[in-house]
T-cell receptor, first 112, second 111 residues
C-alpha cells in the first residue's frame, strides 16, 4: 500500500550539479504533479502531466524539466542546480485532474 | 499575486474545543475547494472538499463552510484532538485547471 513513492528523501547538491528526482505511484492514476514547498509560500506547481504522454508547465517551471516515463512514473530534473532551488519537493497523483491529489512524503533538497 | 490566502500562520486551541481555520480567495472563477492536512516530514493528505454549488460539507468531526459572496472558506474541527495538530492548507481550482494552495496554518491542540 505504498501510494506515491519519492526518491531520494534527502539530497545535498553543489551549485551547477544536475540531478533527477524520481516519483512512482501504484494507484493507476492518470495525472501526476510536481510541487515545491517553501516557507511562507505554500505549495507551488512546477509541472504536471494530465495523462501519460503529456506534460505541461505549472506556476514555477523555470530551471526544471520533467519526463512522464510511463503511467506510473514522473521524474523531475534539475539540469544546473541553483541555491534558489533549495526546497522541499512533493510529487502527487490523482485519478483525473478534477480529483483530490495523493502526495508522496517529499524530497528535501539543499543546494550549496 | 496570492489568489488563496490563509492569513493566520498559526492557531492554538484547547483539546475538546472547536478549531476554526480560515481561508480567503480572490478568484471568483474557483469552483472547487479542498483542505489538506500535513504532518512534519510527510506529504499533505486530503481532508475534505466542497463544490461551489454547496455552502457546507461535513465529514465526521470536520466541516467546511463556503461563503461565495465573501470569497471565504473555513474548516471547523469539533471536538479538537491532539492528533489534529498539523499544518492545514486550503486549495482552490476551477474546471480542469491546476490547484492553487494557500500558505498554510499551523494548528496546535493543547492537551
Amino acid at each position: 500500500n505504498a501510494g506515491v513513492t519519492q526518491t531520494p528523501k534527502f539530497q545535498v547538491l553543489k551549485t551547477g550539479q544536475s540531478m533527477t528526482l524520481q516519483c512512482a505511484q501504484d494507484m493507476n492514476h492518470n495525472s501526476m504533479y510536481w510541487y515545491r514547498q517553501d516557507p511562507g509560500m505554500g505549495l507551488r506547481l512546477i509541472y504536471y502531466s494530465a495523462s501519460e504522454g503529456t506534460t505541461d508547465k505549472g506556476e514555477v517551471p523555470n530551471g526544471y524539466n520533467v519526463s512522464r516515463l510511463n503511467k506510473r512514473e514522473f521524474s523531475l530534473r534539475l539540469e544546473s542546480a541553483a541555491p534558489s532551488q533549495t526546497s522541499v519537493y512533493f510529487c502527487a497523483s490523482s485519478e483525473v485532474t478534477q480529483e483530490p491529489q495523493h502526495f508522496g512524503d517529499g524530497t528535501r533538497l539543499s543546494i550549496l | 499575486d496570492q489568489q488563496v490566502k490563509q492569513n493566520s500562520p498559526s492557531l492554538s486551541v484547547q483539546e475538546g474545543r472547536i478549531s476554526i481555520l480560515n481561508c480567503d480567495y480572490t478568484n471568483s472563477m474557483f469552483d472547487y475547494f479542498l483542505w489538506y492536512k500535513k504532518y512534519p516530514a510527510e506529504g499533505p493528505t486530503f481532508l475534505i472538499s466542497i463544490s461551489s454549488i454547496k455552502d457546507k460539507n461535513e465529514d465526521g468531526r470536520f466541516t467546511v463552510f463556503l461563503n461565495k459572496s465573501a470569497k471565504h472558506l473555513s474548516l471547523h474541527i469539533v471536538p479538537s484532538q491532539p492528533g489534529d495538530s498539523a499544518v492545514y492548507f486550503c486549495a482552490a481550482k476551477f474546471g480542469n485547471e491546476k490547484l492553487t494552495f494557500g500558505t498554510g496554518t499551523r494548528l496546535t491542540i493543547i492537551p
